[in-house]
């Protein structure tokens, strides 16, 4: 099968594509616009892979992807391209509302005009699965409850306003014109090639450095974390296997608060990176609390039952072994985050896929 992949050059777009030129047989396009957070070296592994293309895209562009949809015939669409920092959402929102919106819709547009015009058995094939956040859902404060599929949407920031307003745009697609498609929300992702703006890498490089670990307000929101090489084969399956029409939530049963995170790492790399930058003594001495976030949500925590039920999927990671391999692959890979911190690796990109 012919899979086209947005967003493929991000965190979790890279893993899923990893996964599937690396366990399957199906043929990936790539398309991606590059943004700051779009980093092709985390596809070093794959680019040579004669089953693996790229389209330096953006999904705002209805004509190129118009072009891409005829001529790559896809027979999956994979919608993983989004801005995705809450932080950059809550200083300039209008780039989410322009990508995980306006994007969304060019997107199910051009998939739409494409699908109308399959045969009927390449119609039947075909699946447009939307990837989205647990974050739609609001804040779980002052419960034990989770989320489920049925959980009302209540988003807090920018960033997650305009994913719950693309999720009812796929199911409006669906339901207005018959479009086959797929919802799934996911928990946090972490792993290896992560864009270090995020919370773990973060807090992994600025220990290395000697710099402040910064905890907004207390530290005690709480969030489920799932491995991001769990999530994307609970992608692949939903894509393959799930039911048109159905949402799947994606977790990793791995509730922890940011200050337990932080913890977490800060004891790893006791034992992984004991040569510590001059004046620090412990590498819990760096954490500096700052204030919280506007609208920042005290909890979230997926019930991901129904898709064990349904589709037999499990993690099989759990967040000390995650964490583990996480805190490693930054530790041994010095090079590709030194590139990322300083912007190297856009110029890096340009001498490999425009020169």
């Not at 919106?101 to 998939?111: D, V």
């Not at 669906?174 to 086959?180: A, C, K, Q, S, V």
């Not at 703006?197 to 992994?204: H, N, T, V, Y």
Request: one cysteine or more; glycine letters at 8%; a negative charge.
């Amino acid at each position: 099968m012919n899979i086209l992949i947005t967003g493929g050059a991000g965190f979790i777009g890279s893993a899923v594509i990893r996964y599937i030129i690396n366990n399957t047989e199906h043929h990936v396009l790539n398309i991606d616009k590059l943004t700051y957070a779009g980093n092709l070296e985390s596809l070093i592994s794959v680019s040579d892979n004669t089953r693996y293309q790229f389209s330096q895209t953006d999904i705002c562009d209805r004509a190129n992807l118009d072009t891409l949809f005829q001529e790559f015939q896809p027979d999956l669409v994979m919608h993983l391209a989004a801005e995705s920092h809450v932080d950059r959402s809550i200083s300039g929102p209008y780039a989410f509302l322009q990508t995980n919106i306006i994007g969304t819709y060019q997107l199910l547009e051009a998939s739409r005009a494409y699908w109308q015009n399959l045969d009927d058995d390449k119609k039947n094939i075909f699946r447009f699965h939307h990837i989205s956040t647990d974050e739609v859902y609001g804040d779980l404060e002052g419960t034990t409850d989770l989320f489920t599929e049925e959980t009302s949407y209540s988003p807090s920031s920018p960033y997650s306003a305009s994913k719950a307003s693309s999720d009812h745009l796929v199911r409006a697609w669906n339901r207005t014109y018959g479009l086959p498609v797929i919802v799934t929300n996911c928990s946090n992702n972490y792993g290896p090639f992560h864009f270090p703006e995020k919370l773990i890498p973060l807090m992994i490089l600025n220990a290395l450095q000697g710099k402040p670990l910064p905890v907004y307000g207390n530290g005690q929101q709480i969030r489920d974390w799932l491995f991001v090489e769990d999530h994307a084969r609970a992608l692949y399956k939903v894509v393959t296997e799930g039911s048109i029409g159905e949402t799947y939530n994606i977790g990793g049963h791995n509730e922890k608060t940011n200050l337990d995170v932080v913890y977490g790492i800060c004891e790893l790399l006791e034992e992984l990176a004991p040569n510590k930058p001059e004046g620090v003594q412990n590498y819990k001495d760096l954490i500096t609390y700052v204030k919280d976030r506007p609208g920042h949500d005290v909890r979230y925590a997926i019930d991901a039952s129904k898709i064990k039920r349904d589709l037999g999927w499990v993690p099989l990671e759990s967040f000390e072994t995650g964490l583990r391999k996480t805190v490693e692959w930054y530790l041994n890979h010095q090079e590709w985050v030194s590139r990322v911190q300083s912007g190297e690796y856009q110029s890096w990109l340009e001498k490999q896929y425009q020169g």
